[in-house]
């Protein structure tokens, strides 16, 4: 999960874009149960989460894809 939020941090918090927002996102990520989604394994709750809370310019499915790379997770798990 750490790492997830770390890579989530980089993308949000750059030279260009504002990182006032990111306490309130990271803060709805964790109140809405990103470490237990992850813990339990529930990859379609972590994209609907991500999707729902990340700003939109944020690429989503590149941040899944590296998490599950990283993980050795398989990202089919993610369309059932």
């Known amino acids: 999960v750490a790492e997830l939020l770390a890579d989530i941090r980089s993308e949000i918090v750059t030279s260009e874009r504002d990182s006032g927002d990111n306490k309130i996102i990271f803060s709805n990520l964790i109140n809405r149960g990103i470490v237990d ?44």
């Open 37 to 80: 989604i992850v813990r339990t394994s529930n990859w379609s709750a972590l994209a609907e989460l991500l999707e729902q809370e990340l700003p939109q310019w944020v690429d989503n499915v590149c941040l899944l894809q590296v998490f599950f790379q990283r993980n050795n997770i398989d990202s089919q798990l993610l369309e059932k």
